[in-house]
């Protein structure tokens, strides 16, 4: 596996593997790997013929400086993992690499970026958007994995990648869950044993409501008792609960025929913040 935490070196790398017309598969992470991360990884190694994979705690997308201290970082076990699961290449930047001190360029994702997550974490996906396009044009990948389980994220990328023209499939890869249907999280190793339990009402706060839509509930009924259910019955603290289009993220009053419909979520335990989503179909 090759590991690059240079920029010259990395280009040149990729700049040898176009030239041989191997088509690359982008992984692009934040790093403290688990289950869902090499799914992505797993999927990449499918399709392409060298599968890149980034480690990369981007600080423009935390709007709060103790989340960014406290996120996880864990380079070496990492390495191991994406060793272990035949990942090719490694890039591992520094913050000097990626950005400068007068770098002044500033991304708008309009509505995009003021619902659910945006709402919570102003300037989230400004920062979001501006790492991903470094990123797509070191590593010029012809395909990029993303989780299903950051569906804003998801939808942002799709749109950047489609309005700048890049020449990059997405590939969307679903939400990867414990046994007891967390979904797996890099900041799920930050929850003490008590709050890992009660992280679950997230899953299960959308299971119910899944069902209850699908059982021909009202959406206004569903939103609801979901948030009855964690002002009365959960410690986890709801910072939102939306039922929306799963195309462009936009609020719903009926359940189309479609079921093009997700139900999104995100609350704090403690000073843990966690995210999850469900499709309706
Ligand atoms: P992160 O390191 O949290 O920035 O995540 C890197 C990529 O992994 C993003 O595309 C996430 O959506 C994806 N991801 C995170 N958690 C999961 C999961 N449980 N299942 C599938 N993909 C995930």
Excluded: W
């Excluded at 046994?179 to 003490?192: E, H, T, Y």
């Excluded at 509930?217 to 289009?245: A, D, G």
């Amino acid at each position: 596996m090759e590991i690059f935490t240079d920029i010259c070196d990395f280009r040149l790398y990729i700049k040898q593997v176009r030239q041989y017309n191997k088509s690359i598969g982008f992984v692009p992470t934040m790093g403290a790997l688990h289950q869902g991360h090499l799914e992505l990884v797993k999927k990449s190694i499918q399709q392409n013929d060298v599968t890149v994979c980034s480690i990369f705690v981007n600080p423009t997308q935390f709007n709060n400086p103790n989340d960014l201290e406290n996120y996880p970082r864990d380079n070496k076990t990492d390495l191991s993992l994406l060793k272990a699961n035949n990942c090719d290449v490694v890039f591992l930047p520094s913050n000097a690499i990626m950005y400068k001190k007068n770098d002044i360029l500033s991304l708008n994702f309009g509505y995009l970026e003021n619902i659910m997550e945006g709402k919570f974490r102003p300037g989230h996906f400004k920062g979001v958007g501006l790492i991903v396009i470094k990123l797509f044009n070191l590593a010029c990948p012809n395909r990029a994995y993303f989780g299903t389980k950051d569906l804003q994220q998801l939808t942002i990328v799709k749109k950047l990648t489609k309005e700048l023209l890049y020449d990059i499939e997405i590939i969307p890869v679903q939400t990867i869950r414990e046994p007891d249907g967390l979904a797996m999280s890099s900041r799920n190793r930050l929850l003490s044993k008590e709050e890992r339990i009660q992280a679950l009402d997230l899953y299960k706060a959308l299971n119910t409501a899944k069902k209850q839509l699908i059982g021909g509930e009202s959406v206004t009924s569903v939103l609801k008792y979901v948030q009855q259910f964690f002002t009365t019955e959960s410690k986890l603290e709801l910072e939102y609960f939306e039922i929306v289009n799963t195309t462009d993220l936009m609020k719903i009053n009926e359940i189309p025929t479609s079921k093009q419909v997700s139900l999104c979520i995100a609350g704090q335990l403690g000073k843990v913040r966690l995210i999850d989503n469900m499709s309706l179909l």
